[in-house]
């Protein structure tokens, strides 16, 4: 049997993926999990899911108070892993995040030697809670955790535990002390979504019965780590034929030529979308993808990896970027 080593150093066994039946099935129990603390927004838990399926992770942009932290909390008890919230502030500093360092001390005295002591980001689920709100030199510290898996500190590399998925919440530029993810960044997230606000009879029950505050205390975990683990095992194995590769890529090439954009889909986004077409497959119980998983995902996946260009009238007002990749997946034809 394979093994592979965790953060710590200790081999463990290799995960075997699962079929797509058990996966949907642990899919549909995570969602129903999460919703019981979100009233409404089904369609953003399911993306979530979606995003830590294809090994991913999730940027939650949208004002204060429409339950991003309550989201990330819920998934964070759903999953039977380490969790650790990290809040990110206009002080913290890189060590804050990733970790130090330390002269060791042994009766009161220094050993001479410096022993690691890992931040906050050595967990399964990270929450990195406003993230918009620290210096891009601190959100910059979180890109070969969130890429390669691993945090390199005074020239030693150190694993992060598997499954590792990060959930970055931030608030709209627009808004006091907030500064804007450099594009590095924002390209290493699988997805950016909004919650919005409750219709009318969700929030009315959000009132009644305070679910952040009655139903999430009492979540507890329907998946384990290994779950996620065979999932994401699973989701590497759902066929993406020849054909669809052609349309994702006709779309990607769109985004680089598109008048309006100064920027256009990296191929680090093409690979993002294609995995989360996977997952969206896998998690509907299907070991192979059809052209709405990538039509339903282009959105969430490649709005954020796109710069408007203000130089062709374009406007870089919210939802703008939604609105030229909507256009994009008209114009494109879908392979029949």
Not at 22 to 51: C, F, I, P
Not at 89 to 106: A, F, M, N, Q, Y
Not at 112 to 135: C, H, K, M, W, Y
Request: with cysteine; proline share 8%.
């Amino acid at each position: 049997m394979a093994l592979t080593i965790d953060a710590v150093g200790t081999p463990q066994a290799a995960v075997e993926p699962m079929s797509p039946r058990d996966a949907q099935r642990r899919a549909d129990r995570l969602r129903a999990n999460v919703e019981r603390t979100l009233k409404g927004k089904s369609e953003v838990v399911r993306r979530t899911v979606e995003a830590i399926v294809a090994g991913g992770h999730l940027l939650l942009e949208d004002v204060p108070g429409v339950g991003k932290t309550t989201l990330a909390h819920a998934l964070a008890r759903s999953i039977d892993a380490r969790f650790r919230r990290a809040q990110f502030t206009s002080d913290l500093l890189p060590s804050d995040i990733l970790g130090v360092s330390l002269p060791e001390v042994r009766d009161g005295r220094p050993t001479g030697t410096f022993a690691f002591q890992p931040g906050p980001v050595f967990a399964n689920v990270v929450l990195a809670d406003e993230i918009n709100r620290a210096s891009p030199k601190t959100q910059s510290a979180l890109l070969e955790c969130m890429s390669e898996g691993s945090v390199t500190v005074d020239g030693t590399t150190h694993p992060l535990p598997q499954p590792f998925f990060v959930i970055a919440t931030q608030n709209p530029l627009e808004h006091h002390g907030t500064h804007p993810l450099p594009e590095s960044q924002l390209d290493r997230f699988l997805m950016r979504l909004a919650i919005g606000y409750p219709d009318i009879e969700d929030e009315v029950a959000v009132l009644r019965d305070d679910p952040a505050a009655t139903e999430l205390p009492q979540l507890e975990p329907v998946l384990s780590a290994a779950d996620v683990l065979a999932m994401r095992a699973a989701a590497e194995r759902v066929k993406f034929d020849g054909a669809l590769a052609e349309y994702l890529l006709a779309l990607v090439r769109e985004t680089r030529v598109n008048a309006a954009l100064e920027l256009g889909v990296s191929p680090r986004g093409a690979v993002a979308l294609r995995r989360a077409a996977q997952a969206r497959a896998l998690v509907e119980g299907r070991d192979y993808c059809i052209p709405d998983d990538i039509r339903d995902l282009a959105v969430a996946v490649c709005a954020h990896r796109v710069v408007i260009d203000p130089r062709a009238g374009a406007s870089d007002r919210p939802g703008e970027a939604e609105w030229i990749i909507g256009e994009i997946l008209e114009q494109v034809p879908v392979p029949l």
